[in-house]
């Protein structure tokens, strides 16, 4: 831990490093780590946290129980934190959302099934981010989102790439706008620059504080 927080220390004095993370649980693959060391690792982290300052950058999978009974034990280690990619139920978006700290993070993953569109409904606009985790979860044709989805871009397979053009089946930074649309489509919100800015905000002051949301 101490040359991790080393190397954080570094990072953050060289204006890299705003955020402790990815880091959380993850029980849909403990073919790569088993649920007591991730149990015990992720604790860890809130030191990283604690000794630098920052925000938490949080990973969430099939394991919100033991997830959010870390967090409380650790909640004044941490300012600010977002549970990105989240696409657990309302019953578990309601308890992390009683941790007035914590954002969520809604990509591509997020909205995938009606289910997940309704919870994505959900999180308060003041509490809500939005991403890619390019290179993965896309917005596919076969999403409950898609429908929403406006922007589009031409894309060619990787091998016969073009400048200008998206890899096939990559997602891709610019793809973000496709998050938004389907966040503003489903939620019914007219306004998508409004929207956008509030999500600016909001990422603003998760990572730097309520001063630099307002600035």
Request: hydrophobic residues 40%.
């Amino acid at each position: 831990m101490a040359e991790l927080l080393d190397v954080l220390q570094d990072g953050q004095s060289d204006g890299k490093v705003v955020a402790v993370g990815e880091t959380g649980l993850d029980y849909d693959r403990l073919h790569f780590c088993d649920a007591e060391t991730q149990r015990r690792y992720f604790a860890l982290q809130f030191e990283l946290a604690r000794s630098s300052g920052l925000p938490m950058f949080l990973h969430l999978r099939a394991a919100a129980a033991d997830f959010l009974d870390i967090v409380e034990r650790h909640a004044g280690d941490f300012p600010a934190g977002v549970v990105h990619s989240f696409d657990g139920s309302l019953d578990e978006l309601r308890q992390i959302l009683q941790h007035d700290k914590l954002s969520i993070g809604i990509n591509g993953c997020s909205l995938k099934t009606a289910e997940n569109l309704e919870v994505m409904a959900a999180v308060p606009l003041d509490r809500l981010l939005i991403e890619t985790d390019c290179p993965w979860c896309e917005i596919r044709p076969s999403h409950a989102g898609s429908k929403y989805v406006v922007t589009k871009w031409e894309a060619k397979d990787r091998k016969k790439h073009e400048a200008g053009k998206l890899v096939k089946s990559r997602n891709e930074p610019c793809c973000i706008a496709q998050v938004l649309e389907v966040v503003a489509g489903h939620r019914g919100i007219q306004d998508q620059e409004q929207l956008a800015q509030q999500v600016y905000d909001n990422a603003r002051r998760m990572l730097f504080g309520a001063e630099a949301a307002a600035g």
